[in-house]
C-alpha cells in the first residue's frame, strides 16, 4: 500500500492506495478503466481558477 499526499489551497489531501494481491489488471489497465468510465458517465470536474493558465 502507498500513500499519496496533496495540497491544494489550505487542505491536505491523503490518499491511500492498494490493490488486491490476487488482481489479473496492470495498474495501466485499471487507470484506463476509470478515466474511460468518468469520460463516458461525465464525473469529470470543470478545471478550478487556479488550474487555469
Known amino acids: 500500500m502507498s ?3 496533496k495540497k491544494i ?3 491536505t489531501y491523503l ?3 492498494h ?3 490476487a488482481s489479473t489488471q496492470s495498474v ?3 487507470l484506463r ?3 474511460l468510465h468518468d ?3 461525465g464525473k ?6 487556479s488550474d487555469e493558465k
Open 3 to 5: 500513500c499519496l499526499q
Open 9 to 11: 489551497d489550505k487542505t
Open 15 to 17: 490518499v491511500e492506495v
Open 19 to 21: 490493490f488486491s494481491d
Open 28 to 30: 495501466e489497465d485499471k
Open 33 to 35: 478503466r476509470v478515466i
Open 39 to 41: 469520460l463516458k458517465y
Open 44 to 49: 469529470h470536474s470543470k478545471p478550478r481558477k
